[in-house]
């Protein structure tokens, strides 16, 4: 089936050839024409499915279908160099795209500028870590699409530095991830600025009642496209447990890379500081490897990413903010130096490689601590893992199980089956507190941040649920033109921390942090 059948114009079919692409993914030839039908869409896909491309192209067909006369000089009215005169001659938002993390907005973004290479579309990522000033200039020059991550967004509305009361496409990319990380109630505020009618496309790797509910309160009579199997991996990825002592894990994966077997990997670890070490320690067994997680610059995880894909460095130690950020084209090795806390984020983490059609591996190193939260996994996925033992590193059978580690120096018992204490928004990691009431027990609550990110600015107002829009209107639930939508899936959330500015404080807040 060529692109052309979708209903995609000569232009995009010109810049999708020049990628490569030949035909549609399953999400994308399910996806398109719905969405360029104008109906709602709730998407279910692994990641590395095609599943960007699917609700970019229709956006970018649409959009050219009806852009406005004269937008691209984005210059005021002769005669009016007020700043209601430049604002009234530019092209407004049309499409917002909100994604967890930084990593992701830039990807998205660079995906519009790449299939709308032909017919071009003026676009922007907007998120935390960077300077306010530069975005601000940005959006003076009117994007017709904005990607964003929630935080950052709302940074830029509380200082009036954006209009989203025309916006026409609202997506939720990653949506349940956004919820992972807490952002629910940014997600509610953004749609309070919203306009009513407009089309709501949400896309997911997994399909949890918590997706179920925010799709609910979003979306209006939405058309379901699931091409994998709910909360599954992806069949191009070869699992691998190797049992192994918590102390000898650098050992055994010093060993994997200096024999061959593990050549370029992404390598994961639950905490910032397991990630720096470990990237240390590589470093002193001569192997090339670089980190990135949330407490780097937007310049140090830029950097550290294009080392590992141009190859000057062959390891990527990375925390979960790569899990779903992270975008590596042939990447043949994920390894699981720890074992995540919530088992859906496994599958999150494997699905860095066997993308696009290609093979990868998933090797993970489980120590004594780690069989609860393995077994957790093995039961998501609905079979066991194989397991090998590497000669030399048996494991020690003598060795008694510990609480699994947060916080350098700090140990917790297993949250993911044991029913440990966890954290509530704006606590330092690793501190045990009580679990708010309406979260489940024995599930740890992902902690987005360093817990010294300036704050925001009041004045936004009481975040409205799910569903309801600002005072004269009727809620968010239609589609753009009143047709059916299409599905997706999304998964629960915690509440996120509550932000309490100064006066006058500029709001900076860096978000889409791991």
Not at 473 to 480: K, N
Request: charged share 25%; proline share 9%.
């Amino acid at each position: 089936m060529p692109f052309t059948s979708l209903g995609l114009g000569a232009k995009l079919s010109q810049a999708i050839k020049e990628k490569g692409y030949v035909e549609p993914t399953p999400i994308q030839a399910k996806a398109i024409p719905v969405i360029l039908a104008g109906g709602d869409v709730i998407g279910v896909a692994q990641t590395g499915t095609g599943k960007t491309a699917a609700f970019v192209l229709p956006i970018l067909q649409r959009l050219n279908a009806t852009r406005t006369p004269g937008w691209q000089s984005a210059a005021p009215a002769p005669g009016n160099g007020s700043r209601k005169g430049r604002d009234a001659s530019r092209e407004p938002i049309r499409t917002l795209v909100l994604t967890p993390t930084r990593e992701l907005a830039l990807q998205v973004e660079e995906s519009v500028r790449t299939y709308g290479a032909h017919r071009r579309i003026r676009s922007v990522a907007i998120y935390g870590g960077v300077g306010f000033e530069p975005q601000v200039r940005a959006l003076r020059a009117g994007p017709g699409i904005v990607v964003a991550t929630p935080g950052r967004l709302l940074d830029h509305a509380g200082q009036g530095t954006i209009d989203l009361s025309r916006v026409e496409v609202l997506v939720l990319d990653e949506a349940d991830r956004m919820l992972d990380m807490g952002f629910i109630r940014d997600i509610k505020r953004i749609l309070a600025l919203l306009p009513e009618r407009r089309q709501n496309l949400l896309f997911s790797a997994t399909f949890s009642e918590e997706i179920r509910s925010l799709a609910g309160g979003l979306l209006h009579d939405p058309a379901t496209v699931q091409v994998t199997p709910r909360n599954t991996a992806t069949q191009l990825v070869t699992q691998l447990v190797l049992p192994v002592d918590r102390e000898r894990k650098r050992d055994l994966l010093s060993h994997l890379i200096r024999s061959g077997r593990i050549e370029q990997a992404l390598v994961f670890t639950r905490t910032k500081h397991g990630a720096d070490r470990l990237a240390d320690q590589l470093a002193r067994d001569g192997i090339a490897a670089a980190a990135i997680h949330g407490n780097k610059s937007q310049g140090q995880r830029v950097r550290a990413l294009n080392d590992f894909k141009a190859g000057r460095a062959s390891i990527l130690v990375a925390t979960e903010v790569a899990s779903r950020g992270l975008d590596i084209e042939q990447l043949p090795h994920v390894v699981n130096y720890e074992l995540p806390m919530i088992p859906e984020d496994y599958v999150h983490r494997i699905g860095r490689t066997g993308r696009a059609g290609a093979s990868g591996d998933a090797i993970s190193l489980v120590c004594v601590d780690e069989a609860p939260l393995l077994r957790d996994i093995e039961r998501l996925l609905g079979h066991p893992i194989p397991t090998e033992v590497i000669a030399g590193f048996e494991p020690d059978r003598r060795i008694r199980p510990e609480p699994i580690r947060q916080r350098s120096g700090e140990r917790r018992p297993f949250a993911a089956s044991a029913g440990g204490p966890r954290r509530q928004p704006g606590h330092r990691p690793g501190r045990p507190i009580n679990a708010p009431n309406g979260q489940r027990a024995g599930r740890p609550v992902p902690y987005a941040g360093n817990g010294h990110a300036p704050a925001r600015q009041p004045g936004h107002g009481a975040p409205r649920p799910v569903g309801h829009a600002p005072a004269g209107q009727h809620g968010p639930g239609r589609s753009m033109n009143g047709r059916p939508a299409a599905h997706v899936s999304i998964g629960n959330r915690p509440p996120d921390r509550r932000f309490v500015a100064m006066p006058g404080e500029r709001l900076a807040r860096n978000d889409g942090r791991g």
